[in-house]
C-alpha cells in the first residue's frame, strides 16, 4: 500500500502552535496549492489542503513560515471523524506531515519598504540566490541556448 503525499504551495495563515498534555508539539495550517489548469473563465483556482506537523518540525514550522510562505510538505494523508456539538458526525481529512520544507530564502516577503540601511548588500545576495538556484526565466544566461553552433560532446563523456 501507498500512502504519500508531496505539496508545494503557500500557507493562508501563520502557523497554529500548540502542546499536548504531554509537552508534545504539533502545528497546523492550511496550504494554497494551485491546480495545473484554469477554470472556463480562465482563471486559475487553488486547493486549501490542512496540514499537521509534529515536534520539532511543528516549532520550525511556527517560527519560520508565516502567511505567504512558500512551503513544501511531504508527509501522508489521514482521515479522522468526531462527533461535534450537534451530534454529528464530522469528518476531517489532513495531511500528516513528515516533512517541512521551507523553499523561500529568510526574509522574502517581509516588508522592506522601511529604511534599507544595512541592506547594501541585498541585491549582490539576492543576485547570487538567483543564479544558485538557476534563473530558468533568463535565457541569456541558459548554456544550452541555440547560438547555431553544434554542441561538441564525444561518446567518450556520455555516461552510457
Known amino acids: 500500500m501507498i500512502n504519500r503525499i508531496i505539496l508545494v504551495g503557500r500557507l493562508t495563515k501563520d502557523p497554529e502552535l500548540r502542546y499536548t498534555p504531554n509537552g ?46 512558500l512551503a513544501g510538505v511531504d508527509g501522508r494523508l489521514q482521515t479522522r471523524s468526531y462527533d461535534n456539538n450537534e451530534g454529528r458526525r464530522v469528518y476531517v481529512t489532513e495531511v500528516m506531515a513528515e516533512s517541512v520544507q521551507f523553499l523561500e530564502p529568510k526574509g522574502t516577503g517581509d516588508n522592506q ?47 552510457f
Open 113 to 159: 519598504s522601511g529604511n534599507n540601511s544595512g541592506n547594501r548588500n541585498q541585491g549582490n545576495q539576492n543576485q547570487s540566490n538567483n543564479q544558485s538556484r538557476g534563473n530558468f526565466n533568463d535565457f541569456n544566461n541558459d548554456p544550452f541556448a541555440n547560438d547555431g553552433k553544434p554542441i561538441d560532446i564525444s561518446d567518450d563523456d556520455l555516461p
Open 24 to 69: 508534545v508539539a504539533v502545528a497546523n495550517f492550511t496550504l494554497a496549492v494551485n491546480r495545473p489548469f484554469t477554470n472556463q473563465q480562465g482563471d486559475r483556482e487553488a486547493d486549501f489542503i490542512n496540514v499537521v506537523v509534529w515536534r520539532r518540525q511543528a516549532e520550525n514550522a511556527a517560527n519560520f513560515l508565516k502567511k505567504g510562505s
